[in-house]
C-alpha cells in the first residue's frame, strides 16, 4: 500500500470529530450496533442505535465489534434492505460503516497516511488533477449508460463512498456522485497512487527501493482431492496493522430496472478502517468465487503513459465491480480487464468453488483463472490444467505469463539483478516447490502460510551479511534483520515491513463466507512482534495497535450479535 496524499480539508474533517486522545492506545470502542431508517415523509435517512433487521422502514443495519487487543482484528457486518432502492441501499451501507468505524477511520488516517503531504504542494496538485478528471470521467459514463450492468455498480460504489464520508461526520445527507478527490476517496485509491505518482514523475515516486514485494499466495489441493485451500499473506508496513475482517449482504440489483440480483451480492473480506474494499486483496464471495492477487507492480517506464485519467478506472474499484458481477473465473477475467488503469499492477487468482467437489476429479477448466496486468495490457487464461498436474498455484509478486513478463521490465529485471527477480528460481518459488507436499490439512496450511526460518533455511539465503534475510521466506520478517547488516537491496536490509497476516478458506468454509485469519507478524519460528521492544516504535506511529502481536488463529464465522 502507498501512503496517501492528505489534503488540508480532509485533516480538517478528521480533526473535528470527536475522538479520543491521539495519545492513547486502548480503542473506546466494545461491540455496537446501528440501523439506518427512512423517514419517508420528509424522505430523510437517519442512523439509530441497535441491530434492526426485521423492521420494513430499516434500509440497512450493521455491527461492529472491537477485538482488536483480543485476536488483532476488529469485525463489521452490514446488511442492506432490498426493499429499498439500490441508491439507497449502498448510500445507508456508507452510512454505517463510517459511523460505527469512526475511531479507527481516524487512528488508521493518523498511523498511514497523513504524514504523506501537508500541503497542496505541486506533487498533490497533480494527483488532485488527475483523480478529479478521472472521477468526472465515471460520472459521465454513468450518466450515459443507465442500463449497463458495469456503470450501475460503479455508480452505487460511489454512493457508498459518500455515505461513508457523511456516516464518519455523523451527518446523514443523500446519495452523491459528487467525490471529493482529496476526501475518503484517498482512502480506496491508496494502492493506486504508487502507479499514479510514477506516470506523473512526481518526487515521491523516485523513493521506491528496489525489489519491494507485497503479499505471499497459494492454492493447494490436496491429496485425494480431498479439499482445496485458497490462502493469502499480506505484506505491508507494520503501521497497517489495524486490520479488520468485514461481511457486506447487498440487496443490489443488476441495474435499476433489473429485478436480477448481483452474483455477488454477499462477500467477506480483510481490510483496513476507511477502505470499502479489501486492498490485501482477499475476497470469499457468495457467487462461490474467492479472489486474492499478489502485487506484480511495473518495471518499464515507457509503459506509465497507459495510466491516463480518462477512459481508464482505478483498479480497486474494477475488482469490485468484477466480485459483484461475475458469475465464473473467466467472467470476472473480462469484467476486470475493462478500462485497465495500468495502476496498482497485480497477479490474480480466482478460484470457483463450485467446480469443486471434495475427493472427486477435478474438472477441465472453470476452477481457476490467472490474471496478469501491467500497464496497457492484461493477459488472463484458466488455470485449472496447471493446478491439477502439479496440485498447486503459487504466488509471491512476479508476473506469471512470459509476455507480461518480457513487457513488464521483469525479464531484464532478473538479467541485470540475478535470480532472486526471476519466476521460478526466486526464495519463495523455490520454497513453495519445496513444500507444498506437507500440507495435508489445515493445520499445515497455516504452518505453511506462516512459515519464515529464514536464519536456518538455505533457500533464504543470500549474498548478504549475515548471509540470510527475513524477507526470503513465505512470511516476510524484515523487522528481524540486523540494521548494520550489509544487502544487495534496501528489501533484503532492515525495515518495519513485512508479512502482516493470513487467511485462508476452503470448500466448507468458503459456503459460509468464512475464513480462519491471524493477524501480525509470525512469530512461529520467530519472536513476536512487539512495538515497545522493536525500533520500529520510533519510526511509525500505531494508534489502537496491540503492544504485543501474539495472536493465534481465529475462525471467523458469521452470525447475528
Known amino acids: 500500500m502507498s501512503v496517501f496524499c492528505a489534503a488540508s480539508s480532509l485533516f480538517l474533517l478528521l480533526s473535528l470529530a470527536t475522538i479520543y486522545s491521539v495519545n492513547t492506545q486502548q480503542p473506546p470502542l466494545d461491540s455496537r450496533s446501528a440501523s439506518v431508517f427512512l423517514d419517508t415523509v420528509k424522505m430523510k435517512l437517519e442512523i439509530v442505535d441497535g441491530y434492526h433487521p426485521n423492521s420494513t422502514s430499516m434500509v440497512a443495519w450493521a455491527n461492529f465489534t472491537d477485538n482488536m487487543q483480543k485476536t488483532g482484528w476488529n469485525y463489521l457486518t452490514v446488511t442492506t434492505n432490498p426493499a429499498f432502492n439500490d441508491t439507497f441501499q449502498a448510500y445507508a451501507a456508507g452510512l454505517l460503516e463510517g459511523f460505527l468505524a469512526a475511531d479507527y477511520i481516524y487512528m488508521e488516517w493518523f498511523n498511514s497516511k497523513a ?34 450492468p458495469y456503470f450501475y455498480q460503479m455508480a452505487l460504489i460511489l454512493d457508498q463512498l459518500s455515505g461513508l464520508t457523511d456516516g464518519y461526520n455523523k451527518k446523514p445527507r443523500k446519495p452523491s456522485l459528487d467525490i471529493d478527490p482529496f476526501g475518503f476517496l484517498l482512502f480506496q485509491v491508496g494502492a493506486d497512487l504508487d502507479s499514479i505518482e510514477a506516470a506523473l514523475n512526481t518526487k515521491s515516486s523516485k ?137 496498482y499492477n497485480n497477479e490474480w487468482m480466482v478460484v470457483d468453488y463450485k467446480h469443486f467437489t471434495p475427493g472427486q476429479d477435478l474438472p477441465k477448466e472453470g ?156 512469530h512461529d519460528q520467530q519472536p513476536v512482534f512487539q512495538w515497545s521492544k522493536s525500533e520500529c516504535d520510533k519510526q511509525y506511529l500505531h494508534l489502537g495497535h496491540p503492544d504485543i502481536f501474539n495472536f493465534d488463529p481465529v475462525e471467523v464465522n458469521w452470525k447475528k450479535p
Open 115 to 148: 504524514s504523506f503531504c501537508k500541503s497542496l504542494t505541486p506533487d498533490c496538485q497533480k494527483i488532485k488533477k488527475f483523480l478529479t478528471k478521472n472521477l468526472k470521467w465515471m460520472e459521465a459514463q454513468v450518466k450515459a449508460n443507465p442500463n449497463d
Open 207 to 343: 523513493k521506491r527501493p528496489l525489489g519491494g514485494t507485497h503479499c505471499s499466495a497459494l492454492i493447494k489441493l490436496l491429496p485425494g482431492n480431498k479439499d482445496l485451500f485458497v490462502s493469502h499473506d499480506t505484506w505491508d508496513e507494520y503501521s497497517g496493522m489495524l486490520k479488520i475482517i468485514k461481511k457486506y449482504n447487498f440487496g443490489f440489483r443488476m441495474t435499476a430496472t433489473s429485478s436480477k440480483f448481483i452474483p455477488g451480492r454477499e462477500v467477506s473480506f480483510s481490510s483496513q478502517h476507511g477502505p470499502i474494499f479489501s486492498g490485501d486483496d482477499f475476497y470469499v464471495i457468495g457467487s462461490g468465487l474467492v479472489t486474492m492477487e499478489t502485487t506484480i507492480g511495473n518495471e518499464n517506464s515507457a509503459l506509465w503513459k497507459y495510466v491516463q485519467a480518462n477512459g481508464t478506472v482505478l483498479e480497486w474499484m474494477r475488482n469490485l465491480i468484477a466480485n459483484r458481477l461475475a458469475s465464473s473465473v473467466m467472467e470476472w477475467c473480462d469484467i476486470f480487464s475493462k478500462y485497465n488503469s495500468g495502476t
Open 367 to 522: 476452477l481457476l483463472a490467472v490474471l496478469d496486468q501491467i500497464p496497457g495490457e492484461i493477459v488472463s487464461k484458466d488455470m485449472t490444467w496447471l493446478l491439477l498436474n502439479q496440485t498447486y498455484w503459487p504466488s509471491y509478486n512476479v508476473p506469471y505469463f512470459p509476455k507480461i513478463f518480457a513487457d513488464g521490465g521483469f525479464k531484464k529485471q532478473a538479467a541485470e539483478h540475478g535470480s532472486w527477480f526471476s519466476y521460478d528460481k526466486t526464495a519463495r518459488a523455490n520454497i513453495f516447490r519445496r513444500d507444498h507436499t506437507k500440507v495435508t490439512d489445515m493445520k499445515s496450511m497455516i504452518k505453511l502460510m506462516r512459515y519464515n526460518d529464514f536464519q536456518h533455511d538455505p533457500l533464504s539465503r543470500c549474498d548478504c551479511t549475515p548471509p540470510f534475510t527475513g524477507e526470503n521466506a513465505i512470511s516476510a520478517r524484515s523487522d528481524l534483520n540486523p540494521a548494520n547488516g550489509t544487502y544487495p537491496f534496501p528489501t533484503f536490509g532492515f525495515r518495519c515491513h513485512g508479512g502482516t497476516d493470513m487467511k485462508v478458506t476452503s470448500s466448507s468454509m468458503a459456503k459460509t463466507l468464512s475464513m480462519i485469519a491471524v493477524s501480525g507478524p509470525t
